[in-house]
C-alpha cells in the first residue's frame, strides 16, 4: 500500500477520557463498528476540525464534556471495498459530567489494565496501549471487513524509530 498519495474519504475522531484510574468505552450502537467497543468519536462536519468534533461527539454520544482533550495519534484506514478514514485519536484527563446511554452509545468504564480488545477493532490493541503510556504515534491499517490485513505503526516524535509494537510488520 502506497501511503504516500493517500486521500481519505472521510475524517473523523475519537477521544479516549481517564477519569479517576478508569477509562470511558462506548459500545457503538449503529455506524461503522456497530456492536463494537469503542471511544467517544465520529465523523467531522463540514468546517470543523478534529478536536472540535471529538468535543461535540462525546457530548452527543455520552452526555460529557472532555477535558483539554491532547492529541495522542493518527490513523489511517483502508478498506478493501475502497472505504477509507483518517481519525485523530486524543486523550483526555477527566470530564464534566457522567455518561448517559444515547441512541449512538452505551458508555462503559473500564479499568485501563482490562480492556476488552476482544470486543473492540484489531487495532485497537496496538495502538490505544501507546496512546495511555502518552507516546506519539501514526498508524497505517488494511482491512477487510472487520480483518485486519496489513498494518504499520510509526512514532513520529522519537529520534529513533522502532519497530511496530506487534512484532509482525
Not at 115 to 139: N, S, T, V, Y
Not at 142 to 151: A, Q, R, S, T
Amino acid at each position: 500500500m502506497d501511503w504516500t498519495n493517500w486521500n481519505p474519504q472521510e475524517r473523523a475522531n475519537l477521544c479516549f477520557i481517564l477519569k479517576e484510574n478508569r477509562l470511558l468505552l462506548i459500545r457503538k450502537l449503529r455506524g461503522l463498528g456497530a456492536g463494537k467497543m469503542n471511544a467517544p468519536g465520529g465523523k467531522l462536519e463540514p468546517g470543523e476540525t478534529a478536536l472540535q468534533s471529538a468535543f461535540r461527539e462525546a457530548m452527543e454520544e455520552v452526555g460529557v464534556v472532555p477535558h483539554s482533550p491532547q492529541e495522542g495519534g493518527v490513523l489511517h484506514f483502508q478498506f478493501t471495498d475502497g472505504y477509507s478514514l483518517h481519525c485523530v485519536v486524543f486523550l483526555a484527563h477527566g470530564c464534566d459530567g457522567e455518561p448517559v446511554e444515547s441512541p449512538e452509545a452505551i458508555p462503559v468504564w473500564t479499568d485501563p489494565g482490562k480492556i476488552p480488545f476482544h470486543e473492540m477493532w484489531a487495532d485497537d490493541a496496538l495502538w490505544l496501549p501507546l496512546l495511555l503510556q502518552g507516546r506519539k504515534f501514526r498508524g497505517y491499517f488494511v482491512f477487510d471487513g472487520e480483518l485486519m490485513l496489513k498494518h504499520h505503526i510509526e512514532f513520529p516524535n522519537e529520534t529513533q524509530l522502532e519497530d511496530c509494537p506487534c512484532l509482525a510488520c
